[in-house]
């Protein structure tokens, strides 16, 4: 992909300097995705990972919602299928939210409307979330008789065991304001407000130290849900070491000691 924008049946590609941002474009069905969808999903989040130019990547949806989960097509598709061919479709699926989860970059989501089903896992895959007061959401496979199965480990990492008992269960609908009290969404701001937020926060991300922010993904990693015993200390202890020797950070503490920017921020330009 070069730095410019790109567009197929289902998704929107643009790249701005370091900022990629990736739109679900298929408005007439609320960016509901197909297997069509996922494997272009997958593929240009491999991709923009992959390139160096790329520091920031911003997913949003077109139209009046982020994702409103499966397409009702694609259920009705894989309602035929055979126990190998429900395995494979379940595999791309958990492909493409595995690649968004673990990008070694900083990944953004822009969250309008409504995100249901799958479209809770992307928001739960992002790094940060920012949502809008109009934002809906629902984890509702379980009212057509499935389970959020695929989406389940990011999901419950970021609203915690408790709260998905209730909502997988009860496939309710809840709001902004309830995804931002269970962790789902960051913040939560008005419309008209979202994208200097949005903007905000990749400015942000774009003066920290790439390298330091791969690494940082990767601690988390490390860290997240285990228990503080010696494994895990002596772990950070080697990370640091590890860290501080390369050339990134001795370059972003030789820059803070001087008091001038880092080499990062001036390749940035």
Known sequence: MDHSTASNSGLEVSATGAIARVALNRPD??????????????????????????????????????????????????AGFSHDENLADANALAAMLSALNNTSKP?????????????VGLVAC??????????????????????????????????????ARRYFLSAERF????????????????????????????????????????????LIRAVAQRPIDQGVIGDTAKRIARVRATPEGKEGVAAFLAKRKPAWLLQDK
Request: aromatic share 6%; charged share 20%.
């Open 126 to 163: 992002c790094d940060v979330a920012i949502g809008t007061p109009q934002a809906t959401f629902a984890l509702s496979e379980t009212r057509l008789g499935l389970i959020p199965a695929a989406i389940s480990p990011y999901v419950i990492e970021a609203i915690g065991a408790r709260a």
């Open 107 to 119: 990944t953004l989501a822009r969250v309008h409307g409504a995100a249901y089903g799958g479209g």
């Open 29 to 78: 069905v609320h960016n509901a995705f197909d297997e069509t969808l996922i494997a272009e999903l997958t593929h240009v989040i491999r991709t923009l990972d992959a390139d160096p130019r790329i520091r920031v990547l911003v997913l949003e949806g077109r139209g009046k919602s982020f994702c409103a989960g499966a397409d009702l097509n694609w259920m009705k598709k894989m």
């Open 175 to 218: 709001d902004a304001g309830e995804a931002y009290r269970l962790g789902l969404l960051h913040e939560v701001v008005p419309e008209s407000e979202l994208d200097a937020t949005v903007d905000r926060l990749v400015a942000a991300f774009l003066v920290a130290g790439p390298q330091a922010q791969s690494e940082a993904k990767l």
